[in-house]
């Protein structure tokens, strides 16, 4: 990898390869680890009582700890291959990229938290402005990196046109229904839930018909 | 790895490199990852309460839990040389398989807390219910990647008949029997226990059997 | 990295590849793994207790768990990016340094414990010891991994420059800094939390003018 | 890595690449991954109760949890830089090896379960007994991967020398030592842990006199 990235794009400055001496492969595997420690831990917040005469009910009684096991792997893992995707077409980095995603992996890291709540109190509407806040907050710092990136020049050139087109608008739609379903989850709690499922689904398409509204 | 996976297959479509940009390396290291810290988290499911006078006690209490342990630690690493040989023997991948993938990365890290449950509860049934249930949804999206994977022409060509005759048809047997021991569980949970250890012992020599009777 | 670093400086001695036979690379994967999972491990220190009437108020008072968690994520962040700085720019690795780097994560491994402590405990004067105490043995162990590096020749030729006027002083500072806040903190707890900031704030500052005083 | 370790020894058999398909190298990672982990786990056996009025109490009846995880980190450590030193050392594996390589991970894995114990309860022979034992286990399946190898010819023939007079007898002597430590927790648990700490320091001047030995 490294002789890939040193050889990449003609592109100059940045980077300061000699100020930071930490190589772009083990950014990108302490964030993929991060990410793959977060959405195992997820299984903790999935508690079981011992001595439990009857176990059947204690596990109706957390049918919101696997809701909020499923619907937080899946966004989980819908962020770390976007992440993926992204870092895939950088060409370098610089010392503000760095600390905007040391930012993006506190909130990944505190999904399990956040997502605990959420399956313990989804029927509370601070257990799910606490969620979507979380989501707010990783959507907004990785829309963050994405902008930051082109404007710095970081993203490689041949990579430059598909990115722009998909990635930062609809990375900061998503920020924003997260931001919008707060209020909406004061009133409604169970009407922000059903937002996000929206994103989930139309996600794709959305960022489909953004491109094909620019090309 | 890049360069090998790169240059791979002569055969052409799926993959979308450039609209997926993750790298296959990425993938597999990522899936080691949920499956080492999920392997590694079992041990939580072993509870030691503070301030015991009698810790012997305790311990014969907790016999389970070793059990759990043990059985769980041994599923997991054979889940774990199974998937790798399976994604060694692939030369593509494409969003259906990365999807499936990911499903069933989300029941392989569900693993440590039905072995806690099982653990703690191995006389009630629907324990032994949620276990064969995990592991079922393990080896069915397994068995459901190594399928579609032949079916989207994803296998490298040398590989094809080697793997064919052997993985999927096994993991859809393991899969059958799983299924089948949750009606038997309802019953008779220990029966079901049983039922497991079989498949441990026997699966080797069936698998075997199977690839020389199609041979 | 293998290949480069046999190839890398022409200083002799020391390494004793064939006696330890531990890889270089290995040795900071498995110190970047060690520092991914205690990042990721701080967010369980959140803890949310099931079947709460009013979770508002559990939450408010939380407000420490969410302060050390920020706090934690960021020193451990850029200690995380110190580590790795430093240990590019190393040529050679040996025993010794192999023992300093495994008690100084014995010291990174802690902070998810002392990190908690702070959360929960921050107006007592124990609690805020603790934690200064655990960063003061981060930031000695790590200060001390750099002096003798240069001690012992293991810093690559080119580097020598470039680091020393950096890195270890400042090491030095910080951790004089830490180790002057156990004192404060005996009286004044909070008044050595805004010590810990202030060095956070000006650590590159500082280390910045240092190194223009030596040139 | 992978080049390396195909062109490698001339010696043949064994390995079965084809039927097994797991690559070397993602073994030894996998390996690594475990240790990481169960290195990092080792902090959550320090418990802090919440909403204590006297921390300083709290802490000091923790005495017994700061030295279990000291030791268990010291004892993590030296384990994980044997197995990577014996690693390195294979030229090639089969799936025996590969097995007995999962039952000593279950046995590394269960040290944050163990050192727990310890922690808590080192004053009941219990406690002491199933941490030897646990260790006993470790350093049993390590030298009996060591022989194993030994005589299944998988080590790298400019090996065999270097590695054969160290690794495996010492191994049997810390395991025996380990054995022989549990009669004696049954009446004194205290002088079981100071034989543990002689192996510690005596370990390495004990493999170095036999390797004179024979030399």
Redesign the interface.
Known sequence: ??P?SRSAPAVTEARHR?E????FS?I???S?????????????A???P???AD??RV?EHQRGDFFA??LS??VL?KL??SH??FF??LGRFDPIL?GLN?VY??FV??V??TS??LG??SE?S??VI?YAGNMFGVSLTFALQIAYSYRANLVKPE?RD?ERRVSAPSNFIVAGIFLASIPVAVFAPTAALLMWLLIFLTGRRVSDRLAALRA
């Open positions: 990898m490294a890939e000699d930071w001496g930490v190589e083990r990108v595997a302490f993929d680890g991060v990410f793959a420690i977060a959405i195992t831990l997820l299984v903790l999935i508690e079981i011992e001595n439990s176990l059947t596990l096991y499923a792997f899946g893992g770390w291959l993926h995707r895939s077409a760095m040391l992996l506190a890291a505190l399990p938290f605990e709540m313990d109190y509370q601070i257990a606490f990579m598909v």
